[in-house]
Nanobody, 126 residues
Framework: QVQLVESGGGLVQAGGSLRLSCAASGRTSSMYAMGWFRQAPGKEREFVAAISRSVGTTYYADSVKGRFTISRDNAKNTVYLQMDSLKPEDTAVYYC???????????????????WGQGTQVTVSS
């Protein structure tokens, strides 16, 4: 079992940056592949980025590639999402998730993830 708590959301102007953090407690987060997803009002939850549990291979949605960077600090049990060049369409609630079952790589599918944080709001003004 692992508990996930996101932080770092807020209001930012278009072109600005934010860094989200996801702190894991319970079992060591290095045992899980980690992902970030987001959900805008009236839309389905969508994949943003993911990172594998050991090698740290990263995966990104096309909409954020080149602007967002996912990373992890296993010593701190924390995963980060650095978001640069933010756009109004990035506005959403961002969720951190952990996949306990995957042994290689990381999934882009929300149903593969076993544990979820409560979410943090990111609002980008134009």
């Amino acid at each position: 079992q692992v508990q996930l708590v996101e932080s770092g959301g807020g209001l930012v102007q278009a072109g600005g940056s934010l860094r989200l953090s996801c702190a894991a407690s319970g079992r060591t987060s290095s045992m899980y592949a980690m992902g970030w997803f987001r959900q805008a009002p009236g839309k389905e939850r969508e994949f943003v980025a993911a990172i594998s549990r050991s090698v740290g291979t990263t995966y990104y949605a096309d909409s954020v590639k080149g602007r967002f960077t996912i990373s992890r600090d296993n010593a701190k049990n924390t995963v980060y999402l650095q978001m640069d060049s933010l756009k109004p369409e990035d506005t959403a609630v961002y969720y951190c998730a952990a996949d306990r079952d995957i042994t290689w790589g990381a999934s882009r599918v929300s149903g593969a993830y076993d544990y979820w944080g409560q979410g943090t709001q990111v609002t980008v003004s134009s």
